[in-house]
């Protein structure tokens, strides 16, 4: 899924010569009218008509690869920087969500030189907070 980003308020400001609050009632009426919506950074996304977006917290989206990429425990967890490419979000954001499976259990602490395995298979009844 590609993800196409607005330029920034500030980018807006300088480009049009605008006040700061009439770029930002242009994202708000963007919003309201479902065609972009807010990302972590103060940024914001185009979104695409049709487009699937999924809501659920990220750690309960990473938890997800275990099943749908059939992996057992003991085996080799995408590196966080194939997560953040994968997700469309920042490496810290990936690793705070990494974080939150390895105290779920699910996961094995990452160490340098040594990537995260599977310690276990989620449940279905299983969603680790976001």
């Given at each position: 899924?590609?993800?196409?980003?607005?330029?920034?308020?500030?980018?807006?400001?300088?480009?049009?010569?605008?006040s700061?609050?009439v770029?930002?009632r242009?994202?708000?009426v963007?919003q309201?009218?479902?065609?972009?919506?807010?990302?972590?950074?103060?940024?914001?996304?185009v979104?695409?008509?049709?487009?699937?977006v999924?809501?659920?917290?990220?750690?309960?989206?990473?938890?997800?690869?275990?099943?749908?990429?059939?992996l057992?425990?003991?085996?080799?967890?995408?590196?966080?920087?194939?997560?953040?490419?994968?997700?469309?979000?920042?490496?810290?954001?990936?690793?705070?969500?990494?974080?939150?499976?390895?105290?779920?259990?699910?996961?094995s602490?990452?160490?340098?030189?040594k990537?995260?395995?599977?310690?276990?298979?989620?449940?279905?009844?299983?969603?680790?907070?976001?």
């Open positions: 899924m590609e993800i196409s980003e607005l330029p920034a308020a500030a980018e807006l400001m300088h480009e049009y010569s605008v700061r609050g770029a930002l242009v994202f708000s963007l309201k009218e479902g065609l972009a919506e807010p990302v972590p950074g103060g940024r914001w996304r979104i695409r008509p049709g487009q699937a999924d809501r659920r917290p990220l750690a309960q989206r990473i938890a997800d690869i275990i099943t749908n990429d059939r057992s425990v003991g085996e080799r967890f995408p590196s966080t920087t194939e997560l953040s490419s994968r997700f469309g979000v920042s490496r810290p954001t990936v690793s705070r969500a990494l974080d939150k499976l390895e105290a779920a259990g699910l996961l602490g990452a160490r340098q030189g990537q995260r395995t599977v310690r276990a298979l989620p449940k279905r009844t299983e969603s680790p907070e976001s």
